[in-house]
């Protein structure tokens, strides 16, 4: 939803300079939407699409001809989104979906979440990767012609600023890497493993401080079960840390309540 903060030019700027440095992107189209087609990524002999959509743009679409967001954004418009699937069907194995909606800090989708979310699956993606709310939500487990399908609601910050002594909010310094892998035999291709390892941005002060007035921080994202009780890395933390490290993955664990 930041993605016009620099106006449409920062956004095809910000994808170019990915794509230069082999990075794919989704979500923004550099030329136009309706001829570059989906992002398709072969793994392993799989076909993997990935599709991205925003619930909006902060207003700054209003800057925008009607021509020139159509032809470079992708919103959460169900009839383009169900199109998008249906082509995904077609032309890949597997189609992930990564949707940006919900209402930030919030640890339960919204209604019109579930409801999309499921629609999408209907229509065809088999993987749901949400985001946008700044804390993680639960995840679901669907069936679908006899496969079993998956969403997250939210996987949570992954690397911010937005921690605890900042935000007073434990939630937000907390994240999700989400862990799947796919199978293909006989023509079909199907989820085999979701696993989700929760994570903990820590971060501590260089003592140096900008013309900004800010001191200079240092960040690390940690992946909780390399921390937690007999983790290879516990030593590394300190007694603070290793009770918050704790305590995040823990209660992330049971947030997300996981059953595959």
């Known amino acids: 939803n930041h993605i016009l903060d620099s106006q449409l030019s920062g956004a095809l700027n910000t994808a170019k300079t990915f794509n230069d440095l082999g990075l794919d992107t989704i979500g923004v189209y550099r030329k136009d939407r309706a001829k570059e087609g989906i992002l398709i990524k072969k793994v392993n002999g799989i076909k993997i699409a990935i599709l991205g959509y925003a619930y909006a743009y902060n207003g700054m679409e209003s800057n925008l001809t009607t021509e020139e967001y159509e032809a ?14 249906k082509k995904a069907e077609q032309e890949a194995d597997i189609t992930i979906v990564m949707p940006q909606m919900g209402v930030e800090y919030q640890l339960e989708p919204t209604a019109e979440q579930v409801k999309l979310y499921h629609k999408m699956v209907k229509w065809g993606a088999d993987v749901i990767f949400g985001g946008h709310p700044h804390v993680a939500e639960p995840s679901e487990t669907l069936k679908k012609d006899g496969q079993k399908k998956f969403i997250i609601y939210s996987m949570g910050n992954f690397l911010s600023n937005q921690t605890y002594e900042r935000m007073d909010n434990k939630w937000t310094e907390r994240g999700l890497l989400m862990d799947l892998t796919f199978e293909k035999k006989a023509g079909q291709t199907t989820i085999k493993t979701v696993k989700a390892h929760p994570t903990l941005v820590w971060s501590w002060g260089k003592g140096q401080v900008g013309a900004e007035g800010y001191e200079y921080m240092n960040y690390r994202t940690l992946i909780l079960e390399d921390f937690i009780e007999g983790g290879k890395y516990r030593d590394k933390l300190d007694d603070t ?16 309540n996981l059953k595959w």
């Open 72 to 85: 470079h954004l992708s919103d959460l418009d169900e009839k383009k989104i169900k199109t998008d699937l």
């Open 241 to 256: 840390m290793k009770a918050k490290a704790d305590a995040a993955y823990q209660e992330m664990t049971e947030l997300v």
